[in-house]
């Protein structure tokens, strides 16, 4: 049987470095998520039926990928892992918190991050997490919203333990055998002190909100 494998989780996790190794393994082929335009859900699923896109709107047809199974990278999917467990083999990538949010400031995610909190809010959206959050961008925006940042990886990583951790294997960038932290972006660009207080305070808020959730 074919292995149809779909690497998601957190944006600047190493969904991508774990993805072209796990093809490598399998000795199939790599899907980078420009090919499904990041979250097409029906692109997503036409994969298994050997079906990808040369461009935006030419499907071409991969007999291999039916034969053969693929891998593919597709963390802006994270949301819908329910559905792509119910397709193929599911990897949930994460890495140490505080890297994904310093990759994340440096790159500029801003509108994504809002995207990516929406996204899990539709899916489950009588969570009590949305009652009690709360965030003020006021001074969030000097920082690159870094504050909004750490929001959305903590609740990211709630949600799956919850929800998906019994659907998805979760991976840890750090124990993987090709890791080497020397080429991390994110340990040679670090936080400067005043964003890192910021990120500091916001991850303390979120425990203390975490262990209310778990209270009930």
Known sequence: MADWIYVTGFHRAGTHGFAEWKAEQLGVRNIEERVVDFNDMKRLKKLTGGIIYKTKYEPITVPDLVGKGFVCQCP???????????????????????QIITSMVNGGFTRQLWGIMKSFREQWPNDHVWGVLEYDGRQDVHYGFIGYATLVVKVKDYLYEKYLSGIAEKIVTEEQPYYNPSEAISLKNRLRPEAKAYMDWYANYWEAIHAGLCLD
């Open 76 to 98: 802006m999917a994270a949301a819908w892992t329910e559905q792509l467990a119910e397709w193929g083999k599911v990897y949930w990538v994460t890495r140490n918190h505080e």
